[in-house]
């Protein structure tokens, strides 16, 4: 196991003439919340695929959980959790079913399974809904479904794409406290979210812009790039402002110019 959860450095995709990921460092820190923003079509997904051991680099490389990108991406595949917007749950069985269905995607069977499915319901809160249907479920208790389907097979790294998108305020900041306390515990998640409020939690971001990392840090390192007497309007995230400022090309610095990544 390496240092860090994920260490890579110069990390391209280019598909012929398109250059998707231009060369991007990340570091992100066992037991941390690392968020990851940037516009539509600014390569977040691209770089995901990669860290995942889905897509190969065209060039530079690293390690993710001490694997290495390139030689290794199957054992990535296998330590990491993977959380998606668009979570398939079959919604004609229960919740314990549906775990049990994703169980066999990492050979879980047996005594150590039933360890694994009580433990993660427990974590996620599940356990006294075990054998509701799903269909029957809120979206909120569907959404810890997911993630606790992620966990199954103890990932130290997981992955949340978007992992509120469609759930209501009360819902998100209860789904976030619940990520506190794992996190806490020691595991790792990297979560891309559109929500700049909830991305304030993140102990530390990445902005990507045209495939760059833009900017990265905490909430206070990344404010310091706003344009100077910038004035954030009461009760708007700070990162909000940020975000806008990255699309439009505001931020101070310049593209690729990074902050503390510590």
């Known amino acids: 196991m390496g240092l860090a959860a994920i260490d890579v450095h110069g990390l391209t995709k280019q598909f012929g003439s398109f250059q998707a ?3 991007v460092d990340l570091q992100v820190n066992y037991g941390e919340i690392f968020g990851f923003i ?3 079509g600014s390569g977040k997904s691209t770089t995901i695929r990669m860290l995942c051991g889905l897509l190969r680099p065209t060039a530079g490389g690293g390690t993710v959980l001490g694997y290495d990108l390139e030689r290794e991406a199957e054992q990535i595949r296998q330590g990491i959790g993977y959380m998606s917007q668009r979570f398939s749950l079959y919604k004609e069985l229960t919740v314990r079913e549906n775990m049990q269905f994703y169980a066999g995607a990492y050979s879980l069977t047996g005594r150590t399974l039933q360890q694994r499915l009580d433990a993660v319901m427990e974590v996620t809160g599940l356990s006294a809904r075990a054998d509701q249907i799903v269909a029957d479920l809120a979206t909120g208790w569907r959404q810890r479904l997911a993630l606790a389907s ?3 097979h103890e990932p130290l790294l997981v992955f949340l794409d978007e992992p509120t998108a469609g759930v209501d305020p009360l819902t998100r900041r209860d789904f976030w406290g619940l990520l506190y306390r794992m996190a806490a515990d020691g595991m790792t998640f990297f979560v891309t979210t559109h929500f700049m ?19 990265s840090g905490d909430v206070a390192s990344l404010a310091a790039r706003l344009p100077d007497g910038h004035k954030v309007p009461p009760g708007v995230p700070v990162l909000e402002e ?3 400022a990255l699309t439009e090309g505001r931020l ?5 110019h990074k902050l503390d990544s510590h």
Request: glycine letters at 16%; one cysteine or more; hydrophobic letters at 45%.
């Open 252 to 256: 101070k610095g310049g593209a690729g």
């Open 21 to 23: 990921v231009a060369g």
């Open 38 to 40: 940037g516009p539509n």
């Open 150 to 152: 992620a966990l199954l």
């Open 242 to 244: 940020v975000f806008v």
């Open 197 to 215: 409020d909830e991305a304030e939690h993140c102990h530390r971001l990445a902005c990507i812009d045209q495939g760059r990392i833009v900017a």
